[in-house]
């Protein structure tokens, strides 16, 4: 018995250190066991960090593809608003490409027009210089014939004033003899008539010389050199001769810049003007004429101003007429010469002469020359 107990023991003994080297195997497993769970939690958490990471960044990402969702559904509207627009533009593309072909058509049209007009425009051209030269040669001829007219004209003038003066004179000479020598025998309506003849036949005679006077200014050369113009009117108003008692005038003289023209011409132009202002005016109380001048582009237009008895506008176009008078011989004695005289010194010297007046109020001359 107590060998097959002790047998048992040691089989037992032998069970138990069998047991205990699988209990230090399992020990040793589940240590290894515990590192590798130990380990894997490790991993765990280190995947469970990694996955936070992970879904934070696939929530970011989503959130960037709902971005990107809510862009691209933007830039979709774009694209179709622009889509829309380039259909626009293509319609207003296709509708300008119509009116453009339409245009060159009508340029076509256009240029054809006008490459007849251009056609029938050059013919005209031809035409006119056709006509420009024969109306030149026209304008040659009839000048020639009017300068030809106007000599004979002058010629004739002249030679019909010159041989008045002659008989006017005898007229004159034997109407003034039968006055003086025969006045006894006549009656008192004698005397007047007699006396009306001596002055009609003056008269005449005054008439003659401004008719010479004025046939001579298409015949005289004119020289020009520079005009001291306040040495010149101050010259004629020395000349100025009048009679006693007679109201003296009153002058009023501004600065006369000198010019350019033929001074024994131009000092007529300043005699008739003067005169013309002294007679116009010795029925007012106070003779008052201003003589001035003033500057315009690259003329001097000088001035006579009176205030006398002025006439009316409306007649302006008789004034520089030969024979035109505005006041009748009994109110105011004269010609009628005097101002074409003027009018044609000046116009030869390319000037203009004009007027400026009202009834009762005065008048002023104006006259202008090249500086």
Known sequence: MKKNDSEELIIANREIVLQNEEIQKRAAELVIANK????QNEEKENRAAELIIANKELAFQNEE???RAAELIIANKELAFQNEEKE???AELIIANKELAFQNEEKEKRAEELSIANRELKNAEDDIRKLNDELEQKVIERTAQLESVNKEL???SYSVSHDLRAPIRAINGYTKILKEDYAETFDTDGVKILQSIISNSKKMGMLIDDLLAFSKLGRKQVTVSEIDMTGLVGMVREELL???????????MGVLPNAKGDKSLIKQVWINLISNAIKYSR???QTKIEIGAYTQDNLIVYFVKDNGAGFDMQY???LFGVFQRLHSQEEFEGTGIGLAIVQKIVQRHNGTVWAESEVDEGSCFYFSLLA
């Open 36 to 39: 590798e769970l130990l380990f």
């Open 242 to 252: 009048f009679e006693e008692n007679e109201n003296i005038p009153e002058f009023e």
């Open 283 to 285: 029925n007012k109380a």
């Open 65 to 67: 593809k709902e971005n």
């Open 154 to 156: 002058e010629s004739f």
């Open 88 to 90: 626009h533009r293509a």
């Open 316 to 318: 302006y176009d008789k």
